[in-house]
């Protein structure tokens, strides 16, 4: 490999690396006037909020849910009892989830019980309480006193140091396929600093592991001597992986789909592609390995809400739609935000802002207009 490409690839890792890394080690929740600017909206808080390294809603369930796992040792992040309720507290809330600086939108109410639960996949929870759990019984950090400790370090090891992984697999593949220095370089400066990978790295989410897994997935099927058969007359084809490379490739596809649902189109993809050229490997190797993270996220959502159907799949039940939540629309109710889009605008405008409006996949990652282009001269 060329000494001088070498320096440019490790210059970029780096700086990508450093700067997610600075990021997090500053990691804090702001509150700015120009995010309140309408009546009806969000409301400037009357008192100082507790100062938080978790950004919202969607990381602060996780968070609470980590939480009443390591210190409570139950799934349950809040309780409503009725007869606790006040002026102040309509429906008689307690618990982790309405706690100052740990609130969110991304909780649910299990009927009958008064129980909350956090609404994410539960998988990803479980690999974060372990490292929590070290974190307090070797260094003695609750993440109550020791917040920034702990969720710092946690976003370190499931974000920063995925991260170097995928840019080091990417450059691998780019070194057996890409034709030229350009190419080469432009790819690992996109993946490096053109994708909202590096945004996400400040907060636990599912979607940076997700890109992590997925690339992980198929490293094993393209990183392999070619054949000396061609893809539409042009790209070579790599010969079958060896069977840790299938048995690997499995894991990683698993994983992908329980982090990320369109995970499950790439992992039938690679068994697809695998059972046709290895059909006793694949069956053998790949798709129990594949299987396990699935069945595994379903045995662990069994046991956190003894029941088998994901807590995602009931967005349309009582579970969200219970009264105080921000799910419940009361009939006639106009409400503000992302999540109700739908009331304000029409399938043409909705479709607009997916794609290059103020959610869009193309405004935000202009990256990919040049990929798809790409892809069509290619």
């Not at 490790?10 to 700015?32: N, Q």
């Not at 990978?197 to 890109?211: D, K, R, V």
């Not at 956190?304 to 105080?324: C, D, L, N, T």
């Not at 009939?331 to 802002?353: N, P, T, V």
Request: aromatic share 12%.
């Amino acid at each position: 490999m060329n000494g001088s490409r070498t320096t440019v690839y490790v210059l970029l890792a780096v700086t990508a690396l450093a700067a997610i890394t600075g990021r997090i080690a500053h990691v804090e929740l702001l509150f700015e006037p120009s995010f309140y600017p309408t009546p009806g909206g969000s409301q400037w808080p009357a008192t100082r909020p507790t100062p938080m390294p978790t950004l919202s809603s969607n990381d602060r369930s996780r968070w609470c849910a980590v939480r009443a796992l390591v210190d409570e040792g139950t799934w349950v992040i809040g309780r409503r009892d009725s007869a606790l309720a006040s002026k102040g507290n309509q429906y008689g809330d307690t618990g982790i989830v309405f706690e100052d600086g740990w609130k969110t939108v991304d909780k649910v109410l299990k009927p009958g019980t008064g129980e909350f639960y956090s609404s994410k996949p539960p998988l990803l929870t479980v690999a974060v309480a372990a490292e929590y759990w070290l974190l307090k019984n070797l260094l003695g950090w609750r993440i109550t006193t020791h917040t920034n400790h702990v969720v710092r370090t946690v976003l370190f090891t499931f974000n920063v140091v995925p991260f170097a992984l995928f840019l080091w697999m990417l450059k691998v593949l780019l070194e057996r396929y890409a034709a030229s220095d350009w190419t080469k370089l432009f790819v690992f400066a996109a993946a490096c600093h053109g994708t909202f990978i590096n945004t996400f790295c400040i907060t636990l989410n599912n979607h940076t592991l997700g890109a992590f897994t997925a690339l992980a997935a198929i490293f094993p099927l393209l990183n392999r001597p070619a054949n000396e058969k061609l893809l539409f007359g042009r790209l070579p084809v790599p010969e079958p992986p060896a069977a840790w490379g299938i048995a690997l490739s499995g894991l990683f596809a698993g994983l992908t789909a329980s982090l990320e649902l369109p995970g499950l189109a790439l992992a039938a993809g690679i068994f697809t592609i695998l059972v046709i050229r290895s059909p006793i490997k694949t069956l053998a190797l790949y798709l129990p390995l594949a299987l396990a993270p699935l069945v595994l996220q379903q045995v662990i959502n069994y046991i956190a809400i003894g029941q088998w159907e994901p807590v995602y799949a009931k967005v349309e039940s009582e579970w969200y739609r219970y009264p105080g939540s921000h799910w419940f629309v009361a009939q006639g109710q106009i409400k503000h935000g992302i999540d109700w889009a739908w009331q304000h605008e029409s399938r043409l405008a909705y479709a607009f802002h997916l794609l290059i409006g103020h959610h869009g996949l193309f405004s935000l990652t202009p990256i990919w207009l040049l990929a798809f282009a790409g892809m069509i001269v290619a």
